[in-house]
């Protein structure tokens, strides 16, 4: 099953950008950009309106953190990149774990 099609996945985009937008304290114009700028990739429905899911909403408040950190949008992109490379290297790196530990047990 795809984590879009799960009703309750924090990665189902259900948030229509008017809701967003008061759920973050973001305005409408902000999120587009950010989107732009490729900070958030929110879902599209078929007629292209913007859905965003929990994680999106999580995302963008720590846009929002970093911004008013004093970072400008190109260093919050990257900031997010670096997070989400060291997300992804975490999780290989516990399935990593698992297949050795799987492995001994055998042996």
């Given at each position: 099953?795809?984590?879009?099609?799960?009703?309750?996945?924090?990665?189902?985009?259900?948030y229509a950008i008017s809701v967003a937008a008061e759920l973050t304290g973001i305005g409408?114009?902000?999120?587009?950009?950010?989107?732009?700028?490729?900070?958030?990739?929110?879902?599209?429905?078929?007629?292209?309106?913007?859905?965003?899911?929990?994680?999106?909403?999580?995302?963008?408040?720590?846009?929002?953190?970093?911004?008013?950190?004093?970072?400008?949008?190109?260093?919050?992109?990257?900031?997010?990149?670096?997070?989400?490379?060291?997300?992804?290297?975490?999780?290989?790196?516990?399935?990593?774990?698992?297949?050795?530990?799987?492995?001994?047990?055998?042996?």
């Open positions: 099953m795809n984590p879009t099609d799960d009703p309750f996945s924090v990665s189902r985009g259900v409408v114009q902000s999120l587009r950009l950010y989107e732009r700028h490729g900070l958030v990739q929110p879902e599209r429905t078929d007629g292209g309106t913007r859905r965003y899911s929990a994680a999106d909403l999580d995302r963008l408040r720590r846009v929002s953190e970093l911004l008013a950190e004093g970072i400008n949008l190109a260093g919050v992109a990257r900031i997010l990149a670096l997070q989400d490379a060291n997300d992804a290297l975490t999780e290989a790196n516990a399935r990593l774990e698992d297949t050795l530990d799987a492995q001994r047990e055998e042996d």
